[in-house]
């Protein structure tokens, strides 16, 4: 028989696997909160913020700066389109000696890696309606202004992986690594 709390939560609270793609493993969020979404919008977010490597992926096994990025003439072999950290590298490949400017939080000998979640809280809307990615954008950063954000949004990401399905939360205390 099931239960009424089970139906409950599997209406309110979302019980698929998402991905969030981290260089130092912060759970904080920014100002619009903390976003997951598939592995593939995960992997553009992360890899347009620090850089993505000549070989394998970031997954929590490899430094920082002992890795090898691809320089542009690497990108543009790999027909890979010039988004965030990846537009101001050299030509050739490189080790990265310094964080990038607009990720002063990253250490060089910190591990990125692209984890599995759960989400803990309830959703505000359903999978099945998503918001504009700059609406639930919108809605999480007021209710985070407002100190009042306990639930998430679903939204449709016109960025990484544009046209999937993404879920922003107030931070990483609605979130469980699977």
Known sequence: MIKLRDLIKEFFYDTKEWYHGSASGDLRGG????????????????????????????????????????????????????????????????????????????????????????????????INTPYNDWKANGYMKASLKRGNAKRGFYYRNEGEDAGSISVVVPNGNFVKEI
């Open 31 to 126: 100002q619009s909160g903390l976003h997951l979404g598939t592995f593939k919008a995960a992997k553009e977010a992360l890899e347009a913020r620090i850089g993505i490597p000549v070989e394998g992926e970031w997954d929590g096994t490899r430094e920082y700066g002992k890795t090898l990025l691809c320089g542009k003439n690497t990108l543009k072999i790999r027909n890979i389109f010039c988004t965030g950290h990846n537009c101001d590298v050299s030509n050739e490949d490189f080790y990265p000696t310094e964080s990038p400017k607009h990720t002063e939080y990253l250490k060089l000998n910190m591990k990125p890696a692209i984890k599995k979640y759960k989400i803990l809280c309830p959703m505000t809307n359903s």
